[in-house]
């Protein structure tokens, strides 16, 4: 098996390269490739710490790296981490959530990202047709919706955040999150779990009547638990920007920094290190991972420290979530895992060509979704006008039709006005 994966120098890829190659999956070579050739050595260098007999293959070339793969995992941001921050920056000083992957900065990265991938995807459409298209690049499903809209590969969207919701839920509950069913549905970054089910019974009403359970679910005070005991749902944690935008804004704003900003410090000093550090690469780097994941969510809350997660037996995380998949794939498992794919009636309410993110049952024909049937009422408005704002970005990105740009990020729900939509879009980094 070659995988390939574009975007190579990405902090990332040393985790998916523990993952991948520590399995049982027939990996003879990762090909790696990335826009930034000084960066990718370095990160090159640090995968083969964890890569044990597999080749580690740095590429000059996006050609190079995708023909003949299996699988090519799809990771990048064009702009980097500093457009990251700067997008962050130009939302919170307008008083509007600084997240990369919702709200403004959200949209700049979509419409910096789908470009360049769609020119990807058309490399492996001609070197690799029958290799899985795996989308980790954010914001994931808008990505995913235009690769599917442009292009005939077959991709796939993926995020680890359904996932540790599901173990979180279950460790809350008290069970092995490997013997649960989850129903969820939703969009990548909104979603909601509406039921556990451990061995066909119903779980999730032991915990509306209990606030420290419920308040143990999420990685720091994203949600009043007397509020979700009143809606019967647990969202994903993304959910909080749009249910709390001044919360948001207010905690970002206490702490003088975007989580861009923090991240922008860890990746410096990461660099730094392994440029010109004299102890092992892969005990800063596995530091540089504890930090990253302490502080995940911590800003935004105004936690003074983000919860540990729980001890994972399932699929969670970046490199376990990728490897989950690609067992399922590779060995027809027949799998259940959430990921973004076309709606094709799965949920009513949107279109059939939306992606949606849903549990799928995932096998040698890779992933076939499981119905979910109607949203509830209490989250249904949010969901169409995100998936909204979602199709018009998605269509932007590529049109670059300037009308077209400041009509997608005005329908946006934490957009408050089209006037504020013209002003963002001359202010952000929309490539």
Sequence with gaps: MKIAVIGGASVR???LVRGLCGSDLPIAEVALYDSDQQRLPVIAALAREYAGATVIKPCATLAAAVEGADFVFTSIRVGGIEARAR????????GLVGQETVGPAGFALAMRNIPPL?????????RAPRAWMVNFTNPVGIVTQALRNETATRVIGICDTPTELFERAAHALGLPAEECDFDYFGLNHLG???????????QLHRLWGDPARLASIHRGPLFEPVALARLRLLPSEYVFYYDRPALAVENMRRAGASRGEVIRRLNADLFETL???RGSKRKAYEDYLAARDGGYMQIESGAAAAAPSPPAAGATGYDRIALALLRAIHGNQGTVLPLSVSNRGNIPELEDDDVVEVPCRVDG??????HVGHVPEA????????KEYERLTARAAISRDPVAVRKALAANPLVPTP???GDLVAALDVG
């Design 13 to 15: 890829t040393p985790l």
């Design 87 to 94: 997008d962050e920056a130009a939302a919170l000083a307008r």
């Design 118 to 126: 769609i020119a990807c995807a058309r490399e492996v459409e001609r």
């Design 275 to 277: 440029a010109h550090g």
């Design 379 to 386: 989250v249904r408005g949010l969901l169409r006008r995100v």
């Design 365 to 370: 024909n890779g992933p076939r979704p499981l």
């Design 192 to 202: 909601w779990l509406r039921e556990v089910r451990h061995r066909g019974e119903p």
């Design 419 to 421: 006037e504020v939509a």
